[in-house]
């Protein structure tokens, strides 16, 4: 990483000398230190259990998604919480340009049986319904 930083020189009056400029350049070095595998331990994979969902969410909640497959995506709400968009058939391009758009009606909301998903390829694909997603964590097995 390089960074600069510029400070300036106040006029001395007395020695009449300019305002200058004094340009310091450096570099960052951050180490990391490796451990063996066994001692990295992955967290427990989370499975998510779904259940009644809402028939709308609020757009300003959300804050991401993650693309499932040609069928569904997790909207990840502010807070934590996550919702699946179940999508009432399958959306070949949802996933390959990495992004989706949602455009809300004007009360704010992304409703099941109204909106869509358009994908950055020009398809679009109606939400079914919403599955509120409950995350229930693995038992990590022994090495």
Do not use: H
């Not at 390089?2 to 001395?12: E, G």
């Not at 998510?48 to 709308?56: D, Q, R, T």
């Not at 358009?118 to 509120?132: E, H, N």
């Amino acid at each position: 990483m390089m960074f600069a930083v510029a400070a300036s020189s106040p006029l001395s009056p007395a020695l009449g000398e300019p305002e200058g400029q004094t340009s310091i350049t450096g570099r960052i070095v951050v180490r990391v230190e490796s451990t063996n595998a066994a001692a990295m331990r992955a967290p427990a994979p989370i499975r998510w259990i779904e259940k009644n969902g809402p028939k709308c969410v609020t757009a300003n909640q959300l804050a991401g998604a993650i693309v499932n497959g040609a069928d569904s995506v997790d909207l990840v709400l502010k807070g934590g919480s996550r919702v699946r968009a179940q999508l009432d058939n399958d959306c070949a391009a949802l996933g390959y340009y990495g992004g989706f758009y949602l455009k809300t009606a004007s009360d704010g909301q992304v409703c099941a049986n109204r909106d869509t998903i358009r994908t950055r390829a020009g398809d679009s694909c109606s939400i079914g319904k919403f599955k509120k997603l409950i995350a229930k964590m693995e038992k990590q097995r022994k090495p």
